[in-house]
């Protein structure tokens, strides 16, 4: 099985914290699509025949795309691969954008899941976000879709936000539970350098919230998510009974995926490539024949690395058996060398053959991991 992912990097402006690739130049998007689909018609061969199983576009905002450019990528999509065995299609979208007639139009394509990108449902916090959407506009979208039948939904919210109390907090996750949406990304905010927020925090503008608060917004959130009845299955994401993410939950799981477009990741077991981080150069060398990307090949202890630092952050935990039948039995035994202080003091548990973070540990998580990784 493999998965296949799209970025699709057009915003009609960027967030204030955000650092992934994107642009706002919304001309280019008819070139784009059109280079999309190129690369997808050149690199199909790219899985090796394996079956794909999920699709996710990603951004970006996907859903600055028109359905009339989804319906063109997806006939591409089609007429590469056998979709046969395609379980969860994918779509970032921002709630702004999913007005009737646009939800309208998603219906007549084979997306089943949607992903959008709510972060608060406190205006305060958007304004200064710089989000497009109100509260009111993030729920209406919600319930638009789920009238339209479009139930698979997933929602982000941020927490650690500058100014963020834990009543504000706790009226989030409030608000979340009452849509009934069947999945929740939540993310500590990270202040990334050269984003607008970094600028903010550099000139004191605003304060990045304390370890202390972090900690009891975390608490929060896993204690209100888990009485609600959503299933902590990874550090960030939470979900009703059988409705994770399958095409997040198979990069933690070391599952080979395509990615097509500027700037996104490929990976097939000993390697992985990616495109170049900028539209212009990504049409041209698609346009030219001559894609624009770079290459690594993952050696032992890449790969082992890798291993644990997914595995460790979902519920299911690092299997040691599958560990030592892949990686040997040195890197078995330093794994569990490295991971016995971590044991003692509780951070770490092991139930039968399985090392898992406990609750305390996630709270510590790049600390357990970095001292597990081989250097």
């Known amino acids: 099985m493999a998965g296949l992912y799209l970025h699709i990097p057009f915003c009609k402006k960027r967030c204030i914290y955000c650092d992934f690739y994107s642009t706002t130049r919304e001309e280019m998007k008819r070139r784009y699509v059109e280079a999309l689909c190129k690369e997808l018609e050149t690199r199909k061969g790219y899985l090796q025949g394996e079956p794909l199983t999920t699709i996710y576009l990603g951004g970006g905002t996907p859903s600055q795309l028109s359905p009339q450019e989804l319906e063109l990528i997806f006939n591409t999509i089609a007429y590469c691969f056998d979709l046969s065995k395609v379980e969860e299609i994918t779509l970032e979208a921002n709630p702004d954008d999913l007005t009737p007639d646009y939800v309208k139009g998603l219906r007549q394509l084979p997306i089943n899941r949607l992903s959008m990108g709510i972060q608060s449902f406190d205006d305060g916090m958007l304004r ?3 989000r497009r959407h109100t509260a009111q506009e993030a729920m209406e ?16 919210l941020m927490y ?12 989030d996750l409030a608000q979340a539970i009452a849509l009934g949406v069947e999945h929740i990304s939540a993310y500590h905010l990270s202040i990334e350098e050269g984003t607008p927020l970094h600028r903010l925090l550099q000139s004191h503008r605003v304060e990045e919230a304390n370890e202390e608060l972090s900690v009891r917004l975390f608490e929060r959130l896993t204690t209100t998510l888990t009485a609600a009845g959503y299933q902590h299955y990874e550090i960030s994401n939470f979900a009703l009974p059988g409705c994770h993410s399958r095409h997040n939950s198979s990069y933690w799981e070391g599952v080979p995926y395509l990615g097509c477009g500027a700037a996104a990741h490929s990976f097939h077991g000993n390697s992985r490539e990616w495109n170049v981080a900028s539209i212009d150069r990504y049409i041209e060398g698609i346009c030219q024949g001559r894609r624009n990307y770079e290459e690594e090949q993952l050696d032992l202890y890449t790969r082992y690395n890798e291993r644990v630092m997914t595995a460790l952050r979902t519920r299911h935990g690092l299997s040691l058996p599958q560990l030592k039948a892949e990686f040997g039995q040195e890197l078995h035994n330093y794994c569990l060398r490295m991971a016995r202080p971590h044991l003692l003091t509780g951070v770490l ?3 039968g053959d399985t090392l898992r973070l406990s609750h305390q540990g996630i709270l510590v998580s790049n600390d357990i991991l970095s001292d597990l990784m081989f250097v």
């Open 128 to 130: 200064l976000l710089n």
């Open 141 to 156: 979208a919600v319930n638009r879709c789920q009238q339209a039948g479009l139930q698979r939904l997933s929602i982000d």
């Open 349 to 351: 548990e092991q139930e």
């Open 160 to 171: 650690g936000l500058p100014n963020q109390t834990e009543e504000l907090w706790e009226r």
